[in-house]
């Protein structure tokens, strides 16, 4: 049961913006468009009200969280936008699984609009959204949760798509499961709403990533009442700016289903001379300077324009882009052995050790 | 009009709409030029195009009969939209139900617009899956009775995926001319824009918001040159530079939105000579600097909001400074205040009392402008130095802002102010100044090609060379549909971007195709 308090803080149409803003960044590259997004959560504000944004403490050990996003590809996603209804699908057939309804949504993913989107979701269940999210930015494949890094089990898996199909994957493990939804995405037409992990509040405790909603919306905040946008960024996210430069060679393929590519950026300013190449898989993975690694996944690496501290997504790169690029440490969860197993850089296939941000001088 | 009134027609005029000047050019058939003009755009935006129109014809006299062919770039469709006037309603059909209702047509416009705009909307069953499968049947009964409810001027019509099947955007338009009658113009956004289905049926709409107003322009510029005894075939340019017919420009005038950027930077191309540079368009506020490709204007990858409605539609990437002939100098600083058209009453070269950049640019010998030399004295001397070396600060950060690492470049200064450009940037291989810069934009107007773009999905499924010649085929058929000759349409532009998350190897591909007028 939800006791809504006084004091509890509501999602508002003016949060939209600001939190699009916040979670292109925590997007590092990937997480799919915001803008879409953000049209999808301001209209569903306007049709169906406000959302409660609560923590785990507002909640109940026994309520039930439903951690949502989209999977699928982001073009597609772009042109085949979602339906109404795949909320209420996934919600319908969890309570049947677990046998009581859902008491929250969770943003499965909270960079790029899959971070925006269940403000949509949740306005469109009447449920609050809780202030969590299962990566505290954007990762491509479906075992990458902080739940998996915890341990626990991802089934059932609830997918939904534009046309009312409902699938309930139950996968042996997160590796899996990641194959299965994935196919069963294809066949929805690349495009899908997923529920994975749904569990108990008692449950998330330590497995999911807290405070991530309310820290897009500050990230988006702090970027738009400043003139100086790029040390605002860096200082509300704690960051290193790795370098102030332009984008001076791009290479990129799809192998796999997945982008990969090389970006050069040439430093500018004072930073002329200087020149960093970032490895890209969707999202932007390991920073070298001459061979040298300053930043590795899971750790974030963010590429913004230098005047507007706004994030640049991978498939909107372009030569000749003046960009800075910034570097910041991952929740803890992901420095654990399970979490960098799942995530670190040999997880991409790159032959490099996890160096935490904090130690490379 | 009759092909006799354009046999052996030899000049052509171009003619381009700006902020502040409506500039007009005559070209003879070796590309001279013959006359040229520049009057004060007028607020109906009508008046100042026939105030250069007469002025250009007055200079060529009797050959003013040998006009043949007339390219205008205007800003009437912008106007339009941003003031919210001459609009049409719209009722907007879209297929795709039960997906893409997460967000509605319209959604994000500004009330007043959307106000303005709207007849209706609707989402019914139709549309198609990335692979080319339906989403649902077509709901052709829910679209007939939609439409027997609405009152409107136009439809726009979008479908879920049209760009690759744009089939059953067609079969909708059958079912509006036989509900509405064939007068009702229909906007079919496989036709407007590319992939992304907001910005492309937003696109649509306001084509459709726009029949009207391309109905009055269009008008208006065949009876201000039949006032003159003139038939001459009319072009439109578009946002990327490319030149439309006149009754291609009626179906899709959302296309002529931002085309003056494209006719300055073609302009430049044109008079310079010089295919790969950065051009510099020095007005009297700002300057606008672009980047020219082979001949063609370097793209903005950006969405581009047309009065605060976003569309998916390819611009010339322009970085504007505030820094132009009529800037202000003030101790330290240059503008972004200006003078603008008051230049020659305000500025010290003109016996005003506002130091302005011109003064600068003046007392540092680059420019002879003006009615009396720069008032001697230390202090303004030191003041306008300190300002000419802020602006070439201005400039080079400017330059390098918008290059990328190539240090050979020349840079191609065009524009009313392009004096105040120093001889020397650093990043910059040398400053090219060609004779008639100051008319750029109405040149770039009268010497554009005719060109046709396409954008389209290459999914996993076919044959990928198959799909991209059909892509280019296509483009190659919009450029002759706009006027181009048909055979000698090339394809300038094939980029192939690989999209994530699909299985196999599927790309989006944009197909841009341009040829001479036929």
């Not at chain 1, 309520?63 to 209420?88: Q, R, Y």
Request: with cysteine.
């Amino acid at each position: 049961m939800i006791f809504i308090m006084e004091a509890t803080r509501f999602l508002t149409l003016d949060d939209v913006a600001p939190l699009a803003r916040g979670c292109a960044v925590l997007g590092t590259g990937g997480g799919g468009d915001v803008r879409s997004a953000a049209l999808a959560a301001g209209r569903a504000i306007r049709e169906y009200g406000e959302v409660p944004l609560v923590g785990l403490d507002d909640l109940d050990d026994g309520d039930l969280i439903l951690p949502l996003g989209s999977i699928g590809a982001p073009t597609v996603g772009h042109e085949m936008i979602h339906g109404d209804d795949e909320p209420e699908l996934i919600r319908r057939e969890a309570e049947r699984l677990f046998g009581r309804a859902p008491a929250a949504v969770m943003p499965s993913e909270i960079g790029g609009g899959n971070g925006v989107h269940p403000v949509a979701w949740a306005a469109r269940l009447g449920l609050p959204l809780l202030d969590a999210d299962g990566m505290g930015r954007a990762f491509p494949e479906v075992q990458m949760v902080s739940m998996f890094v915890a341990g626990l089990p991802p089934t059932p898996i609830v997918m939904a798509d534009v046309v009312g199909n409902v699938t309930t994957v139950r996968p042996v493990d997160g590796l899996w499961a990641e194959r299965i939804a994935r196919a069963v995405c294809v066949a929805a037409g690349s495009s899908a709403l997923m529920a994975d992990y749904i569990l108990p509040v008692g449950e998330a405790r330590g497995a999911v990533i807290e405070g991530t909603v309310g820290l897009a919306l500050a990230l988006g905040r702090a970027v738009e009442r400043t003139a100086a946008p790029l040390a605002a960024l860096a200082a509300e996210l704690g960051a290193k700016i790795l370098v102030n430069g332009k984008i001076t060679d791009l290479r990129r393929e799809t192998t796999g289903g997945f982008a990969r590519g090389t970006v050069t950026i040439t430093g500018v300013g004072e930073d002329r001379d200087r020149a960093l190449t970032l490895e890209i898989q969707n999202e932007n993975l390991v920073a070298t300077e001459d061979g040298r690694v300053l930043a590795t996944v899971p750790d974030l690496i963010g590429i913004v324009d230098t005047q507007t501290a706004s994030a640049v997504q991978t498939e909107g790169l372009r030569y000749g882009q003046r960009v800075s690029v910034l570097a910041w440490p991952c929740d803890p969860l992901w420095r654990t052995p399970r979490g960098i197993a799942t995530a670190g850089p040999r997880a991409f296939g790159y032959d490099l050790d996890y160096i935490p941000l904090e130690d490379i001088t | 009009m009759s092909d006799d009134g354009r046999a052996g027609s030899a000049l052509r005029v171009g003619i381009d709409v700006g902020g502040t000047n409506t500039d007009a050019v005559v070209l003879d058939a070796g590309d001279r030029i013959v006359a040229r003009a520049k009057r004060p755009t007028s607020p109906d935006v009508t008046g100042g195009l026939r105030d250069a129109l007469d002025a250009v014809l007055a200079e060529v006299g009797e050959r003013g009969r040998e006009v043949g062919r007339v390219m205008l770039g205007t800003t009437h469709a912008t106007n339009a939209i941003l003031e919210r006037r001459s609009l049409g309603r719209v009722a907007v059909v879209r297929l795709g139900a039960p997906a893409t209702r997460s967000i509605p047509p319209l959604t994000g416009w500004p009330e007043d617009l959307r106000h303005a705009v709207s007849a209706g909307e609707i989402i019914v069953g139709g549309g198609h899956f990335v692979d080319g499968r339906p989403i649902a049947p077509l709901e052709r009964a829910g679209i007939r009775r939609f439409l027997a409810g609405v009152e409107a001027d136009a439809v726009a019509v979008t479908g879920v995926f049209s760009p690759a099947n744009p089939d059953q955007e067609h079969e909708v338009a059958e079912i509006v001319r036989e509900e509405l009658g064939g007068g009702t113009p229909i906007s079919l956004s496989h036709e407007i824009g590319s992939l992304g289905l907001v910005e492309r049926e937003n696109a649509a709409v306001l084509n459709a918001a726009l029949y009207g107003v391309a109905r009055d322009v269009t008008g208006a510029l065949r009876d201000a040159l039949a006032g003159r005894g003139l038939a001459p075939a009319t072009y439109f340019t578009q946002n990327d530079g490319t030149l439309m017919a006149v009754d291609h420009a009626a179906r899709y005038p959302v296309l002529t939105i931002g085309s003056g950027p494209a006719n300055s930077l073609r302009g430049a191309v044109f008079l310079s000579g010089v295919p790969d540079a950065v051009v510099a368009d020095v007005g009297g506020t700002s300057t606008d600097l672009g980047v020219l490709v082979g001949g063609s204007p370097r793209e903005s990858s950006a969405a581009v909001d047309i009065g605060g409605v976003t569309t998916g539609f390819r611009m010339p990437d322009i970085l504007a400074i505030a820094l132009g002939g009529g800037s202000v100098v003030r101790d330290g600083a240059v503008g972004p205040r200006s003078v603008g058209h008051r230049l020659t009453r305000e500025a010290l070269v003109f016996g005003g009392p506002t130091p302005t950049m011109t003064d600068a640019a003046v007392a540092a010998g680059r420019g002879r402008v003006g009615t009396r030399p720069v008032p001697a004295g230390e202090d303004v001397a030191r003041r306008l130095a300190a300002a000419v070396r802020r602006a070439d600060a201005m400039v080079a950060d400017a330059v390098d802002r918008v290059l990328f690492g190539r240090a050979d470049r020349p840079l191609v200064a065009v524009g009313g102010g392009a004096f105040i450009v120093p001889g020397a940037i650093p990043g910059v291989g040398e400053v090219v100044r060609p004779r008639d810069a100051d008319v750029a934009n109405a040149v770039g107007a009268a010497v554009a090609l005719a060109g046709g773009r396409f954008d389209t999905i290459v999914g996993a499924r076919g044959d990928r060379e198959a799909a991209i010649e059909r892509a280019g085929r296509e483009a190659a058929d919009r450029a002759v549909a706009a006027g181009a000759d048909p055979s000698k349409v090339e394809i300038v532009e094939l980029a192939e971007v690989p999209l994530s998350y699909l299985e196999g190897p599927a790309v989006r591909v944009h197909v841009k195709a341009v040829g001479p007028l036929k």
